[in-house]
């Protein structure tokens, strides 16, 4: 049985928004409203007060999924909420020929069939349309890159200002070191007149090689200062959570080491197969897809020592810490360390589905893995002895991201039928939030004991969390490079991940070429291997 106690009750419930339109996000509230209005006291406190500089956004691939889903709708929300200011531009930069007049039509259209745009006041649209412009050509010449220099020129005169700009790189990765050479032809990237910065979408490379030969060609244009290599995992509230919970809260510090802690579980779970993207992910897989990036992001923000300051500098220091402090692991220990998986058929949500090698356009015989488990261990001194697991994969059973610290058992079992392990469980997806399980005596005449489970969700605050884009764009927007992965954060992940990929990238007639995929039923947690890896006497949290 399992009891649960909700933390962060409120007397007054959430409005209704209007049954034909989605809820408003809430942000401006000065600490003297504070329960002011009878409304949901842990609303105060909750204004936006940055504001950027006048400035231009320019988004590269614009006409793709990622501008259309995510990026256009998360700036439209900053937009809407009074974030961005008047002096506010977006240039459009495609491959598609293309008017001005089609591309606002465009980003209209994504604007209001997005699922990521907040509600719509009356008359923004119209508003925003006019802050749009477009600018086509081939990304290789000099030509695209002139007319977005004459884009800046023009946002200057509208702005009267300087010619700060933004640019978003929101294509394939085979086209970063283009696009960063073309805006460095033609000056693009000085800051004479202006401040510069450029965003680069993962895969920030495709190995340790190339990832190191994409930083240098990157720095023969821009300043690390000047680049910012997003990963959206990291503009998530609870990511962000995780360093208030542990570092401003004196009950937690203490005791999040070696002594206390046994194991720490950090999962990332995918319900959907391949979704029609055979053409990236055979080449990807899940390691670069996603253990090289987001969980490894979500490894160093759980074991970093605490930074001595809320900076940028000081908190990508402590995470490239820990990055150098993990084991290394060699292809000759990635047996012991590693499981890989493929999913075959089976069954998702009482409908049946295809196995990964019967996909559209995956190889026939396909050794690309959709599911990884990793075991890494921290060669410091808070966290010797303590394994960090790490496992994602598609296809199975739900959609969940958590980092779950698993704590040791007392060291004196004084009741009967034993007890289970505290575990403090940071859920990053869905239903984002903080749970703490521990054990309570059960009513009765009898001491028996029963786990619990205190559970905080954000919606306790009565505001719809915002898209983790808007964070970040807001904050390379600001020079707030603190939620971006640095030049040696990058490097340092690919050094964990390689011995694992020249293990499993073998060709065929190489040793360990064919694993016997498919080795996990689409619908269940995994393959078999994974509940070995993770020990006799620890299992995986059902989730």
Same mark, same amino acid.
């Given at each position: 049985?399992?009891?649960?106690?909700?933390?962060?009750?409120?007397?007054?419930?959430?409005?209704?928004?209007?049954?034909?339109?989605?809820? *408003?996000?809430?942000?401006?509230?000065?600490?003297?409203?504070?329960?002011?209005?009878?409304?949901?006291?842990?609303?105060?406190?909750?204004?936006?007060?940055?504001?950027?500089?006048?400035?231009?956004?320019?988004?590269?691939?614009?006409?793709?999924?990622?501008?259309? *889903?995510?990026?256009?709708?998360?700036?439209?929300?900053?937009?809407?909420?009074?974030?961005?200011?008047?002096?506010?531009?977006?240039?459009?930069?495609?491959?598609?020929?293309?008017?001005?007049?089609?591309?606002?039509?465009?980003?209209?259209?994504?604007?209001?069939?997005?699922?990521?745009?907040?509600?719509?006041?009356?008359?923004?649209?119209?508003?925003?349309?006019?802050?749009?412009?477009?600018?086509? /050509?081939?990304?290789? /010449?000099?030509?695209?890159?002139?007319?977005?220099?004459?884009?800046?020129?023009?946002?200057?005169?509208?702005?009267?200002?300087?010619?700060?700009?933004?640019?978003?790189?929101?294509?394939?990765?085979?086209?970063?070191?283009?696009?960063?050479?073309?805006?460095?032809?033609?000056?693009?990237?000085? #800051?004479?007149?202006?401040?510069?910065?450029?965003?680069?979408?993962?895969?920030?490379?495709?190995?340790?090689?190339?990832?190191?030969?994409?930083?240098?060609?990157?720095?023969?244009?821009?300043?690390?200062?000047?680049?910012?290599?997003?990963?959206?995992?990291?503009?998530?509230?609870?990511?962000?959570?995780?360093?208030?919970?542990?570092? +401003?809260?004196?009950?937690?510090?203490?005791?999040?080491?070696?002594?206390?802690?046994?194991?720490?579980?950090?999962?990332?779970?995918?319900?959907?197969?391949?979704?029609?993207?055979?053409?990236?992910?055979?080449?990807?897989?899940?390691?670069?897809?996603?253990?090289?990036?987001?969980?490894?992001?979500?490894?160093?923000?759980?074991?970093?020592?605490?930074?001595?300051?809320?900076?940028?500098?000081?908190?990508?220091?402590?995470?490239?810490?820990?990055?150098?402090?993990?084991?290394?692991?060699?292809?000759?220990?990635?047996?012991?360390?590693?499981?890989?998986?493929?999913?075959?058929?089976?069954?998702?949500?009482?409908?049946?589905?295809?196995?990964?090698?019967? #996909?559209?356009?995956?190889?026939?015989?396909?050794?690309?893995?959709?599911?990884?488990?990793?075991?890494?261990?921290?060669?410091?001194? *808070?966290?010797? +002895?303590?394994?960090?697991?790490?496992?994602?994969?598609?296809?199975?059973?739900?959609?969940?991201?958590?980092?779950?610290?698993?704590?040791?058992?007392?060291?004196?079992?004084?009741?009967?039928?034993?007890?289970?392990?505290?575990?403090?469980?940071?859920?990053?997806?869905?239903?984002?939030?903080?749970?703490?399980?521990?054990?309570?005596?059960?009513? /009765?005449? #009898?001491?028996?004991?029963?786990?619990?489970?205190?559970?905080? *969700?954000?919606?306790?605050?009565?505001?719809?969390?915002?898209?983790?884009?808007?964070?970040?764009?807001?904050?390379?927007?600001? +020079?707030?490079?603190?939620?971006?992965?640095?030049?040696? #954060?990058?490097?340092?992940?690919?050094?964990?991940?390689?011995?694992?990929?020249?293990?499993?990238?073998?060709?065929?007639?190489?040793?360990?070429?064919?694993?016997?995929?498919?080795?996990?039923?689409?619908?269940?947690?995994?393959?078999?291997?994974?509940?070995?890896?993770? +020990?006799?006497?620890?299992?995986?949290?059902?989730?």
């Amino acid at each position: 049985m399992k009891a649960t106690a909700t933390a962060a009750k409120t007397s007054t419930a959430k409005k209704s928004a209007p049954a034909d339109k989605k809820p *408003r996000k809430t942000r401006a509230r000065t600490p003297s409203d504070a329960g002011a209005d009878g409304q949901n006291p842990f609303r105060a406190l909750m204004r936006r007060s940055r504001a950027p500089e006048p400035a231009t956004l320019v988004i590269f691939g614009v006409t793709g999924d990622l501008a259309k *889903r995510k990026l256009l709708p998360a700036v439209f929300g900053l937009w809407q909420d009074g974030l961005l200011g008047s002096a506010f531009n977006i240039v459009g930069v495609g491959r598609q020929d293309m008017t001005d007049e089609a591309f606002k039509d465009f980003a209209i259209e994504a604007l209001k069939s997005s699922k990521e745009t907040d509600a719509i006041q009356p008359g923004n649209l119209e508003k925003f349309r006019e802050l749009l412009y477009y600018e086509f /050509g081939d990304f290789a /010449g000099d030509d695209v890159y002139d007319l977005v220099g004459k884009e800046l020129d023009r946002a200057e005169e509208a702005h009267g200002g300087r010619k700060n700009a933004l640019f978003y790189l929101s294509t394939p990765p085979s086209l970063f070191e283009p696009i960063s050479n073309g805006l460095g032809r033609l000056g693009l990237a000085d #800051e004479s007149e202006g401040w510069r910065r450029i965003v680069i979408e993962k895969p920030f490379g495709h190995d340790l090689g190339s990832a190191r030969a994409l930083n240098d060609a990157i720095h023969k244009v821009w300043d690390e200062s000047q680049v910012y290599r997003i990963d959206h995992y990291l503009g998530k509230e609870t990511v962000q959570n995780l360093m208030a919970i542990r570092f +401003g809260n004196a009950i937690f510090e203490p005791i999040w080491n070696r002594g206390y802690v046994d194991h720490v579980q950090i999962t990332a779970s995918e319900d959907l197969g391949l979704e029609g993207r055979a053409g990236y992910y055979e080449e990807a897989g899940v390691v670069r897809d996603m253990l090289q990036n987001h969980l490894m992001q979500l490894f160093a923000l759980t074991a970093m020592e605490a930074p001595a300051a809320f900076d940028a500098d000081a908190i990508r220091d402590e995470k490239t810490k820990v990055l150098r402090a993990v084991k290394p692991i060699p292809k000759s220990r990635v047996k012991e360390v590693a499981v890989r998986g493929q999913y075959g058929p089976g069954t998702m949500y009482g409908d049946k589905v295809t196995g990964y090698r019967e #996909e559209p356009n995956v190889r026939v015989g396909s050794a690309t893995p959709t599911y990884v488990a990793v075991k890494l261990e921290v060669d410091n001194w *808070r966290w010797q +002895g303590v394994p960090f697991f790490l496992r994602t994969g598609k296809r199975l059973p739900k959609k969940v991201t958590e980092i779950a610290v698993v704590f040791k058992r007392p060291p004196l079992g004084i009741f009967p039928g034993g007890l289970e392990r505290n575990v403090l469980a940071f859920r990053i997806q869905p239903d984002e939030g903080v749970s703490l399980k521990f054990s309570s005596k059960m009513p /009765g005449q #009898e001491m028996v004991l029963r786990e619990v489970v205190m559970d905080f *969700r954000y919606d306790a605050f009565g505001a719809q969390l915002e898209s983790p884009y808007s964070r970040l764009i807001l904050d390379a927007l600001l +020079g707030d490079a603190t939620l971006f992965p640095r030049e040696d #954060e990058v490097d340092h992940a690919w050094q964990i991940v390689s011995g694992i990929l020249e293990m499993w990238d073998t060709k065929p007639g190489q040793a360990d070429h064919a694993p016997e995929f498919p080795n996990y039923t689409s619908g269940t947690w995994g393959p078999e291997a994974a509940d070995q890896l993770i +020990g006799p006497d620890r299992r995986w949290r059902r989730l």
